[in-house]
């Protein structure tokens, strides 16, 4: 079965320094990697994707991911935290024999502290 | 582009009641539409897999008699609940993938129900 684990449920940062939220998967073949960002009371943003290419893909809102095969994760990061940036994220995987499905984590909450 | 919009985005009904909700894609036709179901800080849960024209695909546990999917257009898909019950309480989610896309879902704002 194909799935993604966030390990954290939280990550705390204060404002200004390096953020990441972890995401492991589990996949047969070639995975196609997503992140996402909700608000509260709001959907879900896409951040950015790996589907095949160089390694690091940078996305929306100063964000950028790092796919590792040896470690089957896909790291999300943010060099430097705006307190803006406390929301819900999101990783997921497309399912490749499943209509197009996404199989999501669980979600890890970002809190920015000033 | 790829915006998707839902309609209404609370919505507060009586138990036994019925309630309609609308998803959109404004910017683009969408081969196919997802409805979600999430909890408080919780993830998403896949209620169901809609195409145009065609019958949705329910997941496990979903009962397709009162959750009613209708996919009439390459833009629009519609959620109903019936005989709402406080336990249906909840936000749903839709999301739609773009024709000719790359496998990303562009997802609607919500809508909060609560049945009284």
């Known amino acids: 079965a194909q799935s993604v684990a966030q390990p954290e449920d939280q990550v705390n940062v204060a404002e200004g320094n390096p953020l990441t939220v972890k995401c492991t998967y589990s996949?047969?073949?070639?995975?196609?990697l997503f992140w996402y960002v909700q608000y509260p009371n709001r959907g879900l943003q896409f951040l950015l994707k790996?589907?095949?290419?160089?390694?690091l893909v940078k996305g929306s809102y100063g964000f950028e991911a790092e796919f590792n095969k040896s470690q089957t994760s896909f790291h999300l990061k943010k060099p430097s935290a705006l307190v803006s940036d406390s929301a819900l994220y999101f990783c997921?995987?497309?399912?490749?024999?499943?209509?197009?499905?996404?199989?999501f984590g669980a979600g890890t909450q970002v809190v920015v502290t000033p | 582009g790829a915006v998707v919009s839902q309609h209404p985005s609370r919505v507060i009904c009586k138990s036994g009641t019925s309630v309609k909700i609308e998803c959109r894609s404004l910017?683009?036709?969408?081969?196919?539409m997802f409805w979600y179901r999430q909890f408080p800080k919780q993830s998403l849960m896949l209620m169901a897999t809609?195409?145009?024209?065609?019958?949705?695909?329910?997941e496990q546990g979903v009962e397709k008699d009162k959750f009613l999917i209708n996919h009439a257009s390459l833009t629009l898909s519609t959620l109903t609940v019936t005989s709402a019950h406080p336990e249906d309480s909840s936000f749903y989610i839709c999301?739609?993938?773009?024709?000719?896309?790359?496998?990303?879902?562009?997802f609607g704002p919500g809508t909060r129900l609560t049945v009284t």
């Open positions: 996949v047969s073949g070639n995975p196609y």
């Open positions: 997921a995987v497309f399912l490749t024999d499943s209509w197009g499905k996404l199989q």
């Open positions: 910017d683009f036709q969408a081969t196919t």
């Open positions: 999301s739609a993938t773009h024709q000719g896309g790359t496998y990303e879902q562009y």
């Open positions: 790996y589907i095949t290419g160089d390694n």
């Open positions: 809609s195409n145009e024209g065609s019958k949705a695909t329910y």
